[in-house]
């Protein structure tokens, strides 16, 4: 089960740091991504860390704004949102799947339920 947090509301140019919290297995083999969907858009890819070894990608409109990274010892991935822009705006997912990096949703076959980022004045 895979469940994300820290989403809001959040003035253009602000921060957020949303979490993924993983229960009922290790995430040691697995590659863990973000993905985020707005208002009438599809899913689209954002980044993805590999587990073991902690290899990142980002999608490139979002590099040198956001952020992934993992904690371990809390079975718990992370994403750094800073710079926040309008366009921004999505309902965030954090998905895995196996071993391999895939930069599209359907490779993904777990997912969590979303949390709401609204970038607004």
């Known amino acids: 089960q895979l469940v994300e947090s820290g989403g809001g509301l959040v003035q253009p140019g602000g921060s957020l740091s949303l979490s993924c919290a993983a229960s009922?297995?290790?995430?040691?083999?697995?590659?863990m991504g973000w993905f985020r969907q707005g208002p009438g858009k599809e899913r689209e890819f954002v980044a993805a860390?590999?587990?073991?070894?902690?290899?990142?990608y980002s999608a490139d409109s979002v590099k040198g704004r956001f952020t992934i990274s993992r904690d371990n010892a809390k079975n718990t991935v992370y994403l750094q949102v800073n710079s926040l822009k309008p366009e921004d705006t999505a309902v965030y997912y954090c998905?895995?799947?196996?071993?391999?990096?895939?930069?599209?949703?359907?490779?993904?076959?777990?997912w969590g339920q979303g949390t709401q980022v609204t970038v607004s004045s």
């Open positions: 860390i590999k587990w073991s070894g902690g290899s990142t």
């Open positions: 009922g297995r290790t995430l040691s083999s697995y590659v």
């Open positions: 998905a895995a799947r196996g071993t391999r990096v895939a930069v599209t949703a359907d490779k993904y076959p777990y």
